[in-house]
């Protein structure tokens, strides 16, 4: 089953329509496409907009105010272009898509044809002048209320909304959303100084709403970096409380651990001293403060982009300490040291396989570069070594790609395959 997107704008309202389509050929939302293909194509117009072009071209009066009898109110009449901010085709960044006018009308449109377990976020441009930046002119869809807001630490860049695009078979990202009736853990703001990375670190502690010191068997316990962004985008307190009261997973403390922009690339770029610091000072503080588990098994690090890589290098490095790696969209085609791409598949390839257990997924729109690997196919690439050495993986490709709504709805999926 694929699915019809098109974009719709009438005046400065905009729409989402999809729709479902049957085709002679079947892709299944499990089947792996081949390296190169995209999976989202073109395609001229979808049944409705050559449905209405039919309709106006045969003389009826009613066809565009039926067309647009689910928008609120009509847009502004000096709409001179409008282009749509999506990852739809197979580019580096986001570059405008223009969308075309059916003339006479207040209609603009464009149409692809994707998979129907499609997630991403997409805004609009509308009077885009050369050499205007389209990023700062986004505007939302006015008429989808489908939208997050994606903050970054420190206020910079600004915060930005996007509108959802949300094909009908999408994961479900639900487990988010604070639910009434569900009990609330606490967040707790801490800062370690440490002697290792000579500074002061920032990091959250997530405690269930059962929580207990006097426990006899200690807390689950989860490390996540980028913990800024984890509150933010993944809203992992809400998602950890859902989880718990559902039985989906056992009550588990999490320790979100903050990597600003300053040190996030020395933290998370496979760096010896980070492990350290993480072994050597916030661990034992973590087990002196919390009542938290002991055993590597019961213990799992995660992240997303470097952060779901460099979650794989300490457990590679002390798998004593940690059992379970959580790594979502993880920059495995990166390299250091003597290795120009893939440092960590070389690296788990030449070492004795450890009790290590992974939940790894890439987007399928992450399958563009502008130098070596895609991150798909590195990611790909870091699975094949685990699986050949014998490891246990849970690998997903996703309908989505490089941003925090596609995590949203993966991470406790992550989590559910590796807390069980």
Same mark, same amino acid.
């Given at each position: 089953m694929l699915t019809a997107l098109t974009i719709l704008v009438f005046g400065l309202a905009v729409g989402l329509m999809i729709q479902e389509c049957m085709h002679s050929r079947t892709i299944l939302a499990q089947s792996t496409p081949s390296i190169d293909a995209w999976p989202i194509q073109p395609v001229q117009k979808s049944p409705s907009i050559a449905e209405l072009e039919n309709q106006l071209q045969l003389g009826a009066s009613h066809a565009l105010d039926d067309f647009w009898r689910h928008a609120a109110t009509r847009g502004a009449p000096n709409t001179q272009n409008v282009a749509l901010l999506a990852p739809l085709v197979k580019a580096p960044g986001l570059s405008p898509l223009p969308l075309t006018h059916i003339t006479s009308t207040d209609v603009w449109y464009s149409s692809w044809e994707m998979r129907n377990d499609f997630r991403f976020t997409y805004r609009f441009v509308v009077n885009l002048k050369p050499g205007e930046d389209p990023q700062r002119l986004a505007k939302l869809d006015l008429l989808n209320s489908h939208r997050m807001d994606v903050a970054f630490e420190g206020g910079q860049p600004a915060p930005a909304k996007f509108s959802i695009a949300a094909m009908p078979h999408a994961i479900e990202d639900g487990w988010s959303i604070t639910r009434l009736g569900v009990p609330s853990g606490e967040l707790e703001s801490h800062v370690l100084k440490s002697a290792i990375l000579a500074n002061e670190r920032r990091f959250w502690i997530y405690t269930p709403a059962s929580y207990s010191a006097k426990s006899p068997e200690g807390y689950r316990l989860l490390l996540l970096f980028d913990g800024f962004a984890y509150q933010q985008w993944i809203a992992v307190a809400a998602t950890l409380d859902n989880l718990i009261d559902a039985s989906k997973i056992p009550p588990i403390v999490a320790a979100l651990i903050d990597n600003p922009v300053e040190s996030r690339t020395s933290d998370l770029g496979y760096n010896s001293a980070f492990v350290s610091f993480l072994a050597g000072e916030l661990l034992p503080w973590l087990r002196t403060h919390f009542n938290v588990t002991h055993d590597a098994q019961k213990t @799992?690090?995660?992240?997303?982009?470097?952060?779901?890589?460099?979650?794989? /290098?300490?457990?590679?490095?002390?798998?004593?300490?940690?059992? $379970?790696? %959580?790594?979502?969209?993880?920059?495995?085609?990166?390299?250091?040291?003597?290795?120009?791409?893939? /440092?960590? *598949?070389? &690296?788990?390839?030449?070492?004795? +396989?450890?009790? #290590?257990? !992974? /939940?790894?997924? *890439?987007?399928?729109?992450? $399958? @563009?570069?502008?130098?070596?690997?895609?991150? %798909? $196919? *590195?990611?790909?690439? !870091?699975? &094949?070594?685990?699986?050949? +050495?014998?490891?246990?993986?849970?690998?997903?490709?996703?309908?989505? =790609?490089?941003?925090? @709504?596609?995590?949203?709805? =993966? !991470?406790?999926?992550? #989590?559910? *395959? #590796?807390? +069980?």
């Open positions: @799992v690090v995660g992240g997303y982009s470097m952060g779901g890589a460099a979650a794989a /290098f300490p457990a590679l490095r002390r798998p004593d300490l940690i059992g $379970n790696v %959580l790594s979502q969209s993880g920059s495995y085609w990166e390299g250091h040291q003597d290795a120009k791409w893939e /440092f960590l *598949a070389e &690296q788990y390839a030449n070492s004795p +396989k450890l009790q #290590l257990r !992974f /939940f790894v997924e *890439a987007g399928l729109l992450e $399958n @563009v570069s502008k130098e070596g690997p895609t991150l %798909l $196919n *590195a990611n790909r690439h !870091f699975v &094949q070594v685990l699986r050949s +050495k014998g490891y246990r993986v849970d690998y997903e490709e996703v309908g989505g =790609t490089h941003e925090p @709504v596609h995590w949203r709805s =993966t !991470f406790p999926e992550g #989590l559910m *395959a #590796l807390i +069980k």
